[in-house]
Structure formats: structure tokens, C-alpha cells
């Protein structure tokens, strides 16, 4: 059996009273979020930190929380099981975002939470990671 280990972050910001995630539209047109392979020397949240810097241009974010890692499988010419680590991050402010086009990125944008469970794609493993997140984020508020 072929395996794949991924990882990838939710990150977050608070404007206004509202909390705001990045989401990105992927090569199959769904709204997700930035993940990519482990490099050779990296850890799994530098491994997040890169990705999310080079598929929507952001970075200098604070760690909050590891989330449950995600396991699926896909196909490309023989069945791979992948498993993705997510992590938690926040931005102090509402970063420009800049799209890896050459990795079938389309768009990305800061999207309040509410629209961002509504439109995410992937419903079975992103609402959990959603949920999850929300869940990390009122932990740290007490």
C-alpha cells in the first residue's frame, strides 16, 4: 500500500469582533485549506508553515494548536492512503494573499467563519477540522 504524509493549517485572525479563516479554491474548484509533502529536514509544522507561505503568501503566524490529523485515500494510477497534520495558527492582521497558480491554486480569501463552514469543500474531513478549530480557539479565550 502507497502512503502519503501531508500537513497543512487553519489560520485564523480576529478583526472587528469577528473571526476570519483563509481559504483557498484547489485544482478541483473546492474552497480548502494549504497543505503539502514533508521536505527532507522538516518537521510537521515547519512543513505547515512552508506550504501556507507558498500556496497563499502568508506568513509570520503564531502556533495555537495541533489538530487531529485527517486520513483518506486517493488514486493516481495505484491507491494511496493519505494522512494530513493540521495545525492551528493565528495572524495578527488580514494578510494579502498570493496563489500558487502552478499548483492548480485558483484563488484564496479571508472569509468570515460563519461563510467559511458553509462553502468549504471536502465537507467530510474540513467541517470536523472546522469544528475542531472552533472548539481550540474558545479553549484559549478562558
Known sequence: MNREIS????IVCYKQGAI???LMKDMKGHWTFPK???EEGEDLRQTALREIE???GVKRLTFIAELTPVMYWYFRVLAIRKTVHYFLFRSDRLQNVTVQTE???SEAKWTRWEEASAIIGYPKTNRPLLREAEEKLKATKK
Open 20 to 22: 476570519y479563516v483563509l
Open 7 to 10: 500537513a497543512g493549517g487553519i
Open 36 to 38: 503539502g509533502k514533508i
Open 103 to 105: 499548483e492548480g491554486i
Open 54 to 56: 507558498e500556496e497563499v
